[in-house]
């Protein structure tokens, strides 16, 4: 088991900011790949971002491509998305996941994550 915690949400207007960070626990967070999710109400939960394990490589939706920024910190177990001019139809719950394995190779489909976080709640008001 690998739990993941999600921060940083909240309300925010268009054209401003938030940081997620995703909170894991012990030794093997450097031995997963992470993403961030996110799922709309009403739609299906769809690939914002993800990482390899040691940050090498990054992958993006086109959606968020230059305005978003994955990133991670393995001493601290923390995942990232810097989160920049931020639109109406960004609303939506964010879940961090983890897929274990050292790959470089960036995880981009849900099916391969194995942990899921409960998620965080992100609101930007037109």
């Known amino acids: 088991q690998v739990p993941l915690v999600e921060s940083g949400g909240g309300l925010v207007q268009t054209g401003g900011s938030l940081r997620l960070s995703c909170a894991g626990s012990?030794?093997?967070?450097?031995?997963?790949?992470m993403g961030w999710f996110r799922q709309a109400p009403g739609k299906e939960r769809e690939f914002v971002a993800a990482?390899?394990?040691?940050?090498?490589?990054?992958s993006y939706a086109d959606s968020v491509k230059g305005r978003f920024a994955i990133s991670r910190d393995n001493a601290k177990n923390t995942m990232y998305l810097q989160m920049n001019s931020l639109k109406p139809e960004d609303t939506a719950v964010y879940y961090c996941?983890?897929?274990?394995?050292?790959?470089?190779?960036?995880?981009?489909?849900?099916?391969?994550?194995?942990?899921w976080g409960q998620g965080t709640q992100v609101t930007v008001s037109s």
């Open positions: 990482i390899t394990w040691n940050g090498g490589s990054t």
């Open positions: 012990g030794r093997t967070f450097s031995m997963y790949a």
């Open positions: 996941a983890a897929d274990f394995g050292r790959s470089s190779v960036v995880p981009a489909r849900a099916s391969l994550y194995e942990y």
